[in-house]
């Protein structure tokens, strides 16, 4: 996963992630401690971070 955001940064092309995995459970995705905080370190520096939230949702869906 590392070497595909890796890839997309470099060449400027668009991303979108999306992931039931939160924050708390991170540590069951990835074995490395190092790996886990360089991933979302490069995260928050190359992408604007969006939390749906179910109120979030619940809003976004009164809009349509």
Not at 10 to 28: E, H, M, Q, R, W
Not at 51 to 64: A, C, G, H, M, S
């Amino acid at each position: 996963l590392f070497e595909i955001l890796d890839q997309r940064i470099a060449n400027y092309l668009p991303t979108i992630i999306s992931t039931t995995v939160g924050a708390k459970d991170t540590a069951s995705v990835f074995v490395s401690q190092t790996r886990r905080s360089s991933f979302f370190a490069r995260i928050r520096e190359f992408f604007e971070i969006v939390t749906l939230t179910k109120d979030k949702q619940e809003e976004l869906e009164k809009i349509k």
